[in-house]
């Protein structure tokens, strides 16, 4: 089948369109805590729809004309973000090779306009699998490559969580409004990227491994330019006979689509200082901070590779939910 490209020009002909294409999705059809929401990612398509630097692109039949997928794009400094499992192709069209004339008119695009790169991201139930194969052969065919392992993202019901004193043995628990943005640069660096076991699983992700990528995303939080604000106390250094030993941070998103809840990240502990319990009375001190703020849940990300924090979030009351696979293709 002849495929046909263009950018899209009527808000309703694309949210029909769109609709259309993720209707068969898990998310779409069913109401998941935590998934995503098809009235929220419907708010933001139209939101943005328009708009200076985002590209809704329409694919339809040479012949008929009619509509048969769409992919909405946003850049972001040099780099182009597909929107959520996105491009949307109904299940009768996909082997129409509508898909790949979406993903190759988006790439034509975006070297136009000098983006370097194009990112993209699955975030599917851990029971549901199989609802990722069409997009990941895709992306591949496309050229896109994996980024890191996938991630795996736990969820906690807080109201079950117990409390544990935040005083255990020899260790403390302080703010980290005592240290400064480069101390905590360095505590990061020690949990994630001293030892080569930890760099085998976490080196791929500059939030973790590098010093200044580290510092700018501490910097902007400091100041209230990340996406969600972060309280005071919602970032917390352990003291293992006065000295640092390991650090907690986490960030509460506003949703009117979703219970309150509070999102955890980083947690490090210096390897010298592991199996001590450091980790697992740090996160508890972070569910009593999150309870206090009126969460209901706590949620955490973390590679599968991690097969240590993952355990120590079953132990702390988390089961996990999703996994993530990011990929991403220079141009």
């Known amino acids: 089948m ?6 899209a020009r009527s808000w309703q002909d694309y949210k029909k369109a ?38 809704f692109l329409v694919a339809k039949s040479e012949i008929s004309r009619k509509i048969i997928g769409v992919l909405g794009i946003k850049l972001k400094g040099k780099t182009g973000i597909f929107r959520r499992w996105e491009p949307a192709v109904p299940l009768k069209e996909r082997d129409s090779g509508a898909g790949e004339a979406l993903i190759e008119e988006g790439f034509k695009y975006l070297r136009k306009n000098g983006i370097q790169k194009t990112f993209c991201m699955l975030r599917y139930p851990i029971d549901s699998p199989e609802s990722r194969l069409w997009h990941i052969n895709l992306y591949k065919k496309c050229g896109f490559k994996q980024i890191g392992p996938a991630g795996v993202e736990l ?31 360095d505590f990061i660096l020690r949990a994630y990227a001293e030892t080569l076991e930890d760099r085998a699983i976490h080196g791929w992700d500059p939030l973790v491994s590098n010093r200044d990528e580290i510092l700018r995303r501490l910097q902007s939080t400091r100041e209230g330019k990340f996406c969600f604000p972060q309280p005071p106390d919602c970032c917390k250094v352990a ?35 592991r ?15 999150l309870k206090k703020y009126g969460c209901r849940y706590s949620y955490v990300g973390t590679p599968e590779t991690n097969e240590g924090a993952i355990r120590l979030y079953k132990k702390a009351g988390y089961n996990p939910v999703f996994k993530i696979i990011n990929f991403e293709k220079e141009l």
């Open 239 to 273: 003291l293992v006979e006065g000295k640092p030993a390991g650090l907690i941070g986490s960030f509460i998103p506003k949703s009117k689509y979703w219970p309150p809840f509070g999102v955890i990240g980083p947690l490090g502990v210096f390897p010298e200082y």
């Open 2 to 7: 002849a495929i046909v490209v263009d950018q």
């Open 155 to 185: 969820l906690a019901d807080l109201s079950k969580s117990y409390f544990v004193s935040h005083r255990i043995a020899n260790f403390d628990i302080t703010s980290c409004d005592n240290f400064s943005l480069e101390d905590l640069a």
């Open 18 to 55: 769109w609709v259309n294409g993720m209707k068969h999705l898990h998310w779409f059809k069913e109401h998941r805590l935590f998934d995503y929401s098809r009235e929220e990612e419907l708010e933001d398509l139209q939101r943005d729809f328009g708009k200076p630097d985002n590209l």
């Open 275 to 289: 199996g001590k319990g450091v980790a697992f009375s740090l996160v508890m001190k972070m569910h009593e901070t």
